[in-house]
T-cell receptor, first 114, second 112 residues
């Protein structure tokens, strides 16, 4: 199984809502990533988990809260988002999180904040 | 500063024609370079990976080249198909910092 799955595919939420994005992989990868992608722009790294520990936080606002319950799962908890947070949120995984890795991307969650 | 730039920003070609996309990078120390294809609203999918010692690598109708001296890579698409319409992203890894540097992407549209 070489697939990264993300749920939900689409999410519409108000600025006062709390929601979560979920990402799952069963390739035995030990690094997982969250990216934010605006239209016609490349993905921007948000967080990296390596061996279930947060290793990189790219100065992301606290209204985004990542969680890695185990090596196969990655969540992104959302609270009090702004309309400018509307974007495609991509999850990726890689074997070890080192520079030689290939990243495998999920299909993304299209988030709209109203 | 580690950067990856791609050109052209967008490209429209007729079905069946060939095209070449460019990627220039300043990432150092260089580890590898990947080309990804991203369909609209989907996650990127890896096409090729090039390491320092590799000059050319093919994957079907896709051929990537790498010139590590000039820090340039190209992706050549042969006999384009409508399904090739997508964004093509160049991603360069450094041997330190465990970082992946994304290019700005080229949006390719293939028309009948």
């Amino acid at each position: 199984d070489t697939e990264v799955t993300q749920t939900p595919k689409h999410l519409v939420m108000g600025m006062t809502n709390k929601k979560s994005l979920k990402c799952e992989q069963h390739m035995g990868h030990r690094a997982m990533y969250w990216y934010k992608q605006k239209a016609k722009k490349p993905p921007e790294l948000m967080f990296v988990y390596s061996y279930e520990k947060l290793s990189i936080n790219e100065s992301v606002p606290s209204r985004f809260s990542p969680e890695c319950p185990n090596s196969s799962l990655l969540n992104l908890h959302l609270h009090a988002l702004q309309p400018e947070d509307s974007a495609l949120y991509l999850c990726a995984s890689s074997p070890t999180g080192t520079y030689g890795d290939e990243q495998y991307f999920g299909p993304g969650t299209r988030l709209t904040v109203t | 500063k580690n950067q990856v730039e791609q050109s052209p920003q967008s490209l429209i070609i007729l079905e069946g024609k060939n095209c070449t996309l460019q990627c220039n990078y300043t990432v150092s120390p260089f580890s590898n370079l990947r080309w990804y294809k991203q369909d609209t609203g989907r996650g990127p999918v890896s096409l090729t990976i090039m390491t320092f010692s590799e000059n050319t690598k093919s994957n079907g109708r896709y051929t990537a080249t790498l010139d590590a001296d000039t820090k340039q890579s190209s992706l050549h698409i042969t006999a384009s198909q409508l399904s090739d319409s997508a964004s093509y992203i160049c991603v360069v890894s450094a041997r330190t910092g465990n970082q992946f540097y994304f290019g700005t992407g080229t949006s390719l549209t293939v028309i009948p």
